[in-house]
């Protein structure tokens, strides 16, 4: 069985990290690093930290994860509105797949968007969050981006009528 390795990889291993430089404290230099201590937490956790709460994406953005696995996002900034299923994994990562609509020149555009992110927490007991893959960057995930209740309801009724749409689907 033979190793294959993506140009980028080799490149970056031979001009990015400094030479001499341990492999954590590279990370560090080149991006979000994972504390080694860190693990999965359980799904059910995870699930119980998002269900029936709204996150603050910021910038005017929001996303409601309700405990039946819908979800509703705004964004108010661009005035997009987002709606769909979301789900965690057995390996905890928390996914949603859903419909976003916008205002595009003269019409409404829409199009069908995925996107799953990894969570592990440290010994200390905060947790770290990537999209992508295990190999991107880590970032902190504050639980304070996360608030009680639906608070994305009225906002993204406003959206719908502001953008003309009845209703949005979940697109096949």
Known sequence: MGFRFGIASVLAAVFLI???????RADFQFGSHIPKDATTPDPADLYRMFAGRTEDWGSGSYAYWAP??????VNEG???????????????????????????????ETRRARNCSFYRQDAA??????????A??????????LSAGNTVAARYEALLATLGISELRLLD
């Open 136 to 145: 991107d960057p880590w970032f902190p995930f504050s639980g304070s981006s």
């Open 18 to 24: 400094p030479a001499g430089a341990e492999p954590a």
């Open 78 to 108: 661009d005035q997009s509105v987002g709606r769909g299923r979301w789900h965690v994994t057995t390996r905890s990562r928390m996914c949603y797949e859903g419909t976003w609509a916008w205002r595009q020149d003269f019409g409404i």
């Open 68 to 73: 039946d696995g819908t979800f509703w996002a």
């Open 125 to 134: 007991g905060e947790m770290w969050s990537t999209t992508g893959s295990m």
